[in-house]
T-cell receptor
């Protein structure tokens, strides 16, 4: 099975930076994904890491360390619309995603 | 470019009734997945198809649940004799797999089921 841990909630100010950490334990790691989910909506894909290092996509960056079982999602220049739940998911083998419970980010004006 | 679509978006039913949900994946995607999500939790894997073949079922999928993808395109998820514990968001996702390499899963808007 998978153990995926991420903080439950984080609050930050508009324009600031927030880092959401995710730790995992898995038997067959084949990639780590970050999804954004607004309340009542579908998860939308943000980023994917399969090798160690940093992947940057505009205001969002994701980092992976496979040896430490650790990833983070970095959100820069926070906007009000970034208030959402952020889901860390690990792919085991070539199909199944196992998700963490999600981190609810609240952006304050 | 259409994404994954699901129907209905909301379903309210009485305990003991049967319900069926439909998912239409992104057109060129050969893999289709079903997940279930309850409040405050991440999605949990239920089952997946490659083309029309159902290749894996989670132990979460009791005998009351059945899923089909008869022509390798859309899929249906049926729940028989619904229970209050079945109340959740049912999410469908699709991806494209070629040469054994699996691509990103893209999710539909979900069907929110409420069992009274």
């Amino acid at each position: 099975g998978q153990n995926i841990d991420q903080p439950t909630e984080m609050t930050a100010t508009e324009g600031a930076i927030v880092q959401i950490n995710c730790t995992y334990q898995t038997s067959g790691f084949n990639g780590l994904f970050w999804y954004q989910q607004h309340a009542g909506e579908a998860p939308t894909f943000l980023s994917y890491n399969v090798l160690d290092g940093l992947e940057e996509k505009g205001r969002f960056s994701s980092f992976l360390s496979r040896s430490k079982g650790y990833s983070y999602l970095l959100l820069k220049e926070l906007q009000m619309k970034d208030s959402a739940s952020y889901l860390c998911a690990v792919r085991d083998g070539d199909y199944k995603l196992s998700f963490g419970a999600g981190t609810t980010v609240t952006v304050r004006a | 470019d259409t994404g994954v679509s699901q129907d209905p978006r909301h379903k309210i039913t009485k305990r003991g009734q049967n319900v069926t949900f439909r998912c239409d994946p992104i057109s060129e995607h050969n893999r289709l997945y079903w997940y279930r999500q309850t409040l405050g939790q991440g999605p949990e894997f239920l089952t997946y198809f490659q083309n029309e073949a159902q290749l894996e079922k989670s132990r979460l999928l009791s005998d009351r649940f059945s899923a089909e993808r008869p022509k390798g395109s859309f899929s249906t998820l049926e729940i028989q004799r619904t229970e209050q514990g079945d109340s959740a968001m049912y999410l469908c996702a699709s991806s494209f797999v070629v040469g054994g390499r699996s691509d990103t899963q893209y999710f539909g808007p979900g069907t929110r089921l409420t069992v009274l």
